[in-house]
């Protein structure tokens, strides 16, 4: 049992320490970001900068250990919502730093983003573990 939970702890530190980067990326260089928001929402600072907010909260939901198991929980529904842009990327063939990507990088992408939705689901299984004894 300690070995799961020193698990969980481990791939929350590291998911959240990567959403914490991120997220800050966002503020740092919004405009690397913004060709990826979809140009049917408009505003891609905005959108940009809301999702860095969204990031930062999830890095730190993730790393606290009081709040770890629900962002566990945020940090999987974020990586959905936010998949619509790196979908949008792939569709469109939209260019970041100035190229594109073959597909086989954009199914690279995706595959990290459903092992990171189960890593986040994982460690969401700690509020399971700790309500039933």
């Given at each position: 049992m300690e070995l799961l939970v020193l698990g969980r702890t481990m791939m929350a530190l590291a998911l959240g320490g990567a959403f914490l980067w991120i997220g800050v990326q966002h503020f740092v260089d919004p405009v690397w970001f913004e060709p990826i928001v979809p140009k049917v929402l408009g505003?891609?600072?905005?959108?940009?900068?809301?999702?860095?907010?969204?990031?930062?909260?999830?890095?730190?939901?993730?790393?606290?250990?009081?709040?770890?198991?629900?962002?566990?929980?945020?940090?999987?529904?974020l990586l959905v919502v936010l998949?619509?842009?790196?979908?949008?990327?792939?569709?469109?063939?939209?260019?970041l730093d100035g190229k594109t990507y073959a597909n086989v990088w954009h199914v690279v992408r995706m595959l990290i983003q459903l092992a990171a939705i189960a890593a986040s689901l994982f460690i969401a299984g700690e509020l399971r573990s700790t309500s039933n004894g």
């Amino acid at each position: 049992m300690e070995l799961l939970v020193l698990g969980r702890t481990m791939m929350a530190l590291a998911l959240g320490g990567a959403f914490l980067w991120i997220g800050v990326q966002h503020f740092v260089d919004p405009v690397w970001f913004e060709p990826i928001v979809p140009k049917v929402l408009g505003a891609p600072r905005f959108w940009v900068l809301a999702s860095g907010v969204a990031e930062v909260a999830v890095g730190l939901a993730l790393i606290l250990p009081a709040t770890r198991a629900y962002g566990g929980f945020a940090c999987a529904v974020l990586l959905v919502v936010l998949y619509w842009a790196n979908l949008y990327m792939w569709v469109e063939n939209v260019p970041l730093d100035g190229k594109t990507y073959a597909n086989v990088w954009h199914v690279v992408r995706m595959l990290i983003q459903l092992a990171a939705i189960a890593a986040s689901l994982f460690i969401a299984g700690e509020l399971r573990s700790t309500s039933n004894g």
